[in-house]
């Protein structure tokens, strides 16, 4: 799979999930939904099932990750990372935006704006994490274009 360097305030959708997952240190895959019709990002959760005078067996179960859409995962993505979060214009007509604040390892403030707390805060995230620029699967590009 190759792959495109983007600016990180870019990133949306797939792209952007993949990107926190890359920062984060999660192993990410790319696969191709055809239940969604699109290009998605997963996760590899190990796992090992031992019986007894058996070997154990070793696999890999997946499930989607989507922390820039997935309530769950994102907050505690932002939790682990201290993101603050601020509205822009919340009573704006069709609701505000948000900026987000993680301090990468120099003590550097990393601000970045998203459309909703979840989009703004995993870029702030990938920010402070791998900079403002990261290579995307070029499949997820295509997808999200």
Known sequence: ???????????????????????????????????????????????????????????KSYRTWAPSSDGATGAELLHTHAVSLEPVDPFREGGGSWFAVCVNALGERCRYHGETPLIAGMRAIVGALRGGQVEIPTELLEHSA
């Open 1 to 59: 799979m190759s792959g495109q360097v983007r600016q990180v305030e870019s990133l949306a959708g797939a792209a952007l999930d993949y990107a926190a997952g890359e920062a984060v240190g999660v192993e990410v895959s790319v696969h191709w939904s055809r239940l969604l019709g699109g290009w998605r990002v997963r996760v590899a959760k190990p796992f090992t099932i031992k019986h007894p005078g058996c070997d154990p067996f070793h696999d």
